[in-house]
């Protein structure tokens, strides 16, 4: 069960890199963790890069993001944080447009090892607890 928790949070799936994971907690903002495991595979595989994602048209965007509501709100914020992230230097999560506290806790913790945060997200309590040990 080593990593079975790791595996089960949503952002940590099929992700490659922080723009991916960025993206996933976009996408996990007030909705639930069944339509983004639909919508996400689609997502990276239209635009697989930030630079892809600001060369296409918003409509677009929108179309793909619809199942998970509010996609007009997230689709820009998905293009603004994209914007912010060519210019991000890595440091802290919450400079990124649309990433709050749990994505710049899990950025943290996944991304940086970092394992001294204190989450409020259960599932990143949870992992820190039963993975960790911290």
Request: hydrophobic content about 35%.
């Amino acid at each position: 069960m080593a990593n079975a928790l790791r595996d089960d949070l949503m952002v940590q799936q099929q992700i490659r890199n922080s723009w991916e994971h960025m993206v996933g907690v976009i996408m996990l903002n007030q909705t639930g963790r069944k339509p983004v495991k639909t919508v996400l595979p689609e997502f990276l595989e239209r635009w697989p890069t930030p630079e892809s994602l600001l060369r296409s048209r918003l409509i677009d965007v929108e179309e793909v993001v619809k199942p998970l509501g509010m996609y007009r709100v997230r689709a820009r914020r998905l293009y603004k944080m994209s914007l912010d992230y060519l210019r991000w230097d890595g440091v802290d999560a919450k400079e990124l447009h649309g990433i709050g506290k749990y994505g710049s806790d899990s950025y943290e913790i996944f991304f940086k090892q970092n394992y001294k945060v204190n989450p409020t997200d259960k599932e990143l309590i949870r992992y820190l607890k039963e993975e960790v040990c911290v």
